[in-house]
């Protein structure tokens, strides 16, 4: 059994990818998700969704939003999203 994380902005797409397990920042703490895990839903707060795709480390910036937790299935909703190589620093 695999999961599936989908990071969405208004804008467009961010992730569409198998992984292993995410972890994210929701409202009340960041909460884990492997495979199986049980159905929720929950508000998140602006941070970094972490998740683990073929074995390497991977993460992006969001400004909050909600997440749908399935057991095969993440999918996060979130306003702005940012890949690290999508965001540009102005000093």
Same mark, same amino acid.
């Given at each position: 059994?695999?999961?599936?994380?989908?990071?969405?902005?208004?804008? #467009? !797409?961010?992730?569409?990818?198998?992984v292993e397990q995410v972890v994210?920042?929701?409202? %009340?703490?960041?909460?884990?998700?492997? +495979?199986?895990?049980?159905?929720?839903?929950?508000e998140l707060k602006p941070g970094?969704?972490?998740?683990?795709?073929?074995? #390497? !480390?991977?993460?992006a910036a969001i400004s909050g939003?909600?997440?749908?937790?399935?057991? %095969?299935?993440?999918?996060?909703?979130? +306003?702005?999203?940012?890949?690290?190589?999508?965001?540009?620093?102005?000093?």
């Amino acid at each position: 059994m695999g999961l599936r994380l989908s990071i969405v902005t208004p804008a #467009r !797409p961010i992730v569409d990818a198998d992984v292993e397990q995410v972890v994210a920042p929701g409202s %009340e703490g960041e909460f884990g998700v492997l +495979p199986g895990h049980a159905a929720m839903l929950a508000e998140l707060k602006p941070g970094v969704v972490r998740w683990i795709e073929a074995g #390497r !480390p991977r993460r992006a910036a969001i400004s909050g939003g909600f997440a749908e937790v399935t057991q %095969e299935r993440v999918t996060v909703l979130a +306003p702005v999203a940012e890949l690290p190589e999508q965001i540009e620093v102005r000093l």
